[in-house]
């Protein structure tokens, strides 16, 4: 798990409770189908494939690939320069969801659509939440871009 600055706080509820004990223990928990199996993310109320409420929990595996990304900028410092403060995008899970999260890079450049990730979970003042790293980087325990005042 990593602790970097600028996340926010996650908020536990009564119908989170079950993802965020999960999520403590390092597991990314979906919303299955109970009727059907089909799976969603972990927000969703109602099942996707056929509008049932009858909900459980299924474990992820945790690997997929980007979808679409952003990156969004700090303000323009004395010289006009900015930087990468944070890359957010959208993740398809190898079992199917797609899920909004922030995107952990070293090196912003190195993020595309289609470029595999890997589940990290995040330490917060609250609950734990979930990210994704570039598969095949190396988490430091410091999230950022190596630009002093940034964070990823």
């Known amino acids: 798990m990593t602790t970097p600055a600028g996340f926010p706080a996650a908020i536990r509820d009564a119908r989170s409770a079950s993802f965020f004990d999960a999520l403590g223990k390092g597991i990314l928990l979906l919303r299955r189908c109970v009727a059907h199996g089909h799976l969603s993310a972990p927000e969703t ?5 056929c509008g049932s409420p009858s909900l459980d929990w299924a474990p992820a595996r945790g ?9 969004i900028h700090t303000r323009p410092d004395e010289s006009g320069a900015t930087h990468v403060s944070v890359i957010v995008g959208i993740v398809e899970l190898n079992e199917g969801p797609w899920l909004r999260a922030r995107l952990l890079a070293a090196d912003p450049a190195m993020v595309r659509s ?39």
């Open 114 to 152: 289609g470029v595999e990730v890997i589940l990290e979970i995040v330490e917060t003042e609250g609950e734990p939440i979930y990210a994704f790293r570039l598969a095949g980087e190396e988490g430091t325990g410091e999230e950022g871009t190596g630009e002093e005042g940034t964070a990823c």
């Open 63 to 71: 690997a997929g690939h980007v979808v679409s990304w952003t990156a």
């Open 45 to 49: 109320m109602f099942c996707t494939g």
